[in-house]
């Protein structure tokens, strides 16, 4: 499960959920460890405008067992940089996030 503090600073004037506003908690630990492991495949063709939003979105669910997979199709517009950037702080506990390029 991420944290903000686990993501990197959005840029300025972004705020509220996802940006500047952690999720909320979702019950028992307990209970949440008894839950599968989910994929979440998320496409993308030049969409550096909502990229970083769309992850931090998905990373912010705060589930516990999590493949997320990003599938890029050759963008030209930036969408690349701003996934490779997020993806060094997608490495945590039992989140794998795997880029495709």
């Known amino acids: 499960m991420s ?3 686990d993501l990197p600073l959005p ?3 972004r705020s509220g959920w996802p940006w500047t506003e952690e999720s ?3 019950g028992d630990t307990n209970a949440r460890l008894s839950l599968p492991r989910i994929s979440i495949v998320m496409p993308s063709l030049n969409q550096a ?4 939003e769309a992850i931090r979105s998905v990373l912010l669910q705060g589930y516990d067992d999590l493949e997320f997979i990003i599938m890029d199709g050759g963008s030209t517009d930036g969408t690349i940089d701003i996934s490779k950037n997020m993806n060094p702080c997608c490495h945590f506990g039992s989140v794998n996030v795997i880029m495709v390029i």
């Open 3 to 5: 944290h903000l503090s």
């Open 11 to 13: 840029l300025p004037g």
């Open 24 to 26: 909320p908690n979702h």
């Open 49 to 52: 405008q909502f990229i970083e």
